[in-house]
């Protein structure tokens, strides 16, 4: 059996609406999840992606067993999440960007000796955890410092060292690089991609940072409206998109679309105009054609980026 | 242990606010001055007033001022950081560790509460007895059994402070609860005036509810008005309290579990 294993998931949220100006209130069902299907292995690292409200963060929270599913199967580490949420708690770590669970009052270390405590982390473990999480994510000298007074990233890695310290076997990061600069992001993946190799934890992730998906995940998870439109390795994802590549041309002056056999126009801004033509045809008689016919300031080839792709698969609904 | 470290942490914790502190143990000494002219005009008039002689009155003003905040009368103490919780959605990720809500804060307010009993409870006490004639625990076993009152005490405000946090799971803030509950708090406890002193059906009322526990048990055992059986039922009656109401927060506990687990908060 699977480590997480998703199958048929499923959660509806019943919401009540006012209606004409507050005088009716109507009971409206909102499908966050559905027909959720996945399955992922000890060891993997991956990225569940979608765009705001897709039903990402409702995922991981039916994982973690914070939320009960409506309908469907779901197992972690053999146990169900919600019915075993206190045995399966020992089990994995979690980390939600937007939130915290160290104790704003008290210093990093008090935090991290009270979870010692409810966890009953040996104490050799806990030394010698804290000390690895403390040096990787640089936070030695944030110890002694009350939560409340440390930076967004600082707290970011408190709060990944909080998740970590009981050994987890998965990880669940949910937004871990919001708000963090680009040095910070960059250390962070370093210490998720180590920790992934080492320990061999299981590291599921959502972010709407692509470029924490490229560093750190094989797999990809794309969710839209509730349901997966996309699941397997990154190169896959890339390749979907990749049926098309974009010509960027700069006119001396504005002009209307231009036509060309073999391109497209998709966009135009003043004298630039973006033509897409298909990935594995030859760009130079689309550039011949342009360049004899308009007048040509500048000329560029985009590849297909994953981002595009992405917005391609989410505008499109589905593979 | 867990909830002792928890305890020590609280205690820690508060104690960083040091200037906040002595405001208080001002404030306090203040209104005990005060009231302690006000109950001797009035115990003059009638010197036997609720069964109290004058000393017993100022005595009685005095051990109100210092459990005020020991007991967090008017609310709040470690329960504020629930409903801070609560409100910002926080909560869903306690509910998740391996330690259930209502004794990690209890454990928790019974440190800030041991906090506040030496700086906020002893430092008024210490200036009641220099100004004024204060009486002191009758025996041993007065004090013995203050000591446990004082205990109860605080475990009877806590449940009741954590109903009120919770109440912030359904009304997303738990301010309007607070003020109700604290107005109630004030008059029911004997903080504004002994409960001996309340007439007729209002004191038996007064007298049965769970706001008693706060300073009018703890006080009469101090004076040495409960002794032997009556000691034990007073302390009783507290535990009666601490026993409904930690069922009352169990359950709320659970519904409000229920709502954010399966509803979705
Ligand atoms: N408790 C709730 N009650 C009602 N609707 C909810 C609740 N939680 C989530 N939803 C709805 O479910 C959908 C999925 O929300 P979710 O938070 O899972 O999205 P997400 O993929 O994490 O989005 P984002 O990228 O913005 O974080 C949204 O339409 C949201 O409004
Ligand atoms: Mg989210």
């Given at each position: 059996m699977s480590l997480i294993d998703v199958r048929d998931l499923e959660r509806t949220f019943v919401v009540r609406r006012k209606v004409d100006g507050g005088r009716r209130r109507v009971r409206d069902e909102v499908?966050?999840?559905?027909?959720l299907t996945f399955a992922i292995e000890p060891g993997e690292m991956v990225g569940y992606i979608g765009p705001n409200g897709a039903g990402k963060s409702t995922t991981i929270k039916m994982l973690t067993g914070i939320l009960v599913p409506t309908g469907g199967h779901l197992r972690v580490a053999g146990l169900d999440p919600s019915r075993d949420r206190v045995a399966l708690a020992r089990r994995i770590g979690v980390v939600f960007g937007q939130r915290t669970t160290l104790w704003w009052d008290l210093p990093l270390r008090d935090s991290f000796e009270l979870l010692q405590k409810m966890y009953r982390i040996p104490p050799a473990r806990f030394r010698a955890n804290l000390e690895r999480f403390v040096e990787l994510l640089d936070l030695r000298d944030q110890l002694d410092t009350p939560v409340r007074q440390l930076s967004l990233g600082q707290r970011m890695r408190g709060d990944i060292t909080a998740a970590l310290l009981h050994d987890p076997e998965i990880l669940y990061l949910d937004e871990p690089t919001i708000g963090l600069d680009v040095v910070s992001k960059g250390r962070l993946r370093e210490f998720l991609r180590a920790l992934n190799a080492e320990r061999g934890t299981t590291l599921v992730l959502t972010t709407h940072d692509l470029q924490d998906i490229e560093a750190l995940c094989d797999r990809v998870l794309v969710i839209d409206h509730g349901t997966a439109v996309f699941d397997g390795p990154l190169p896959a994802l890339q390749a979907q998109g990749g049926s098309t590549r974009t010509l960027v041309v700069d006119l001396v002056d504005e002009a209307p679309a231009i036509e060309v056999p073999g391109a497209v126009v998709r966009r135009v801004e003043g004298p630039r105009q973006w033509l897409s033509f298909p990935a594995?045809?030859?760009a130079a008689p689309i550039v011949a054609a342009v360049a004899a016919s308009y007048d040509v300031a500048d000329l560029s080839i985009q590849e297909p980026d994953i981002e595009e792709v992405i917005r391609d698969l989410y505008s499109r609904g589905g593979v | 242990m867990l909830y002792v470290a928890i305890a020590t942490r609280a205690f820690r914790r508060y104690s960083t606010y040091r200037a906040a502190t002595i405001a208080g143990i001002f404030t306090n000494s203040v209104f005990g001055v005060i009231y302690s002219y006000a109950y001797l005009a009035l115990w003059d008039e009638n010197p036997t007033a609720g069964g109290y002689d004058a000393t017993d009155a100022v005595t009685y003003v005095w051990l109100g001022q210092a459990l005020l905040m020991t007991i967090a009368l008017w609310g709040g103490g470690t329960t504020d950081d629930l409903a801070e919780r609560i409100r910002t959605g926080d909560v869903a990720i306690d509910l998740y560790r391996p330690v259930g809500l209502v004794g990690w804060y209890l454990a928790s307010d019974l440190g800030r509460a041991a906090y506040h009993f030496l700086t906020r409870g002893i430092g008024p006490t210490v200036i009641g007895l220099v100004v004024f004639d204060i009486r002191l625990p009758a025996g041993p076993a007065a004090a013995a059994g203050f000591a446990v009152s004082l205990v109860l005490a605080v475990v009877v405000s806590f449940t009741i402070r954590f109903l009120v946090a919770s109440s912030a799971f359904w009304l997303l803030d738990q301010s309007g609860v607070k003020v109700m509950s604290g107005a109630f708090a004030i008059f029911f406890s004997g903080?504004?005036?002994?409960?001996?002193?309340?007439?007729?059906w209002l004191g038996t009322l007064a007298n049965a509810l769970p706001w008693a526990s706060y300073i009018q048990v703890p006080a009469d055992i101090w004076l040495g008005k409960h002794t032997g059986g009556d000691l034990l039922a007073a302390l009783g009656f507290q535990v009666f309290w601490i026993v409904v109401l930690l069922g009352c927060c169990h359950a709320v506990l659970r519904a409000a579990t229920r709502k954010v687990v399966v509803q979705g908060g």
């Open positions: 499908r966050a999840v559905h027909d594995e045809a030859s | 903080m504004m005036l002994p409960l001996v002193l309340f007439p007729g």
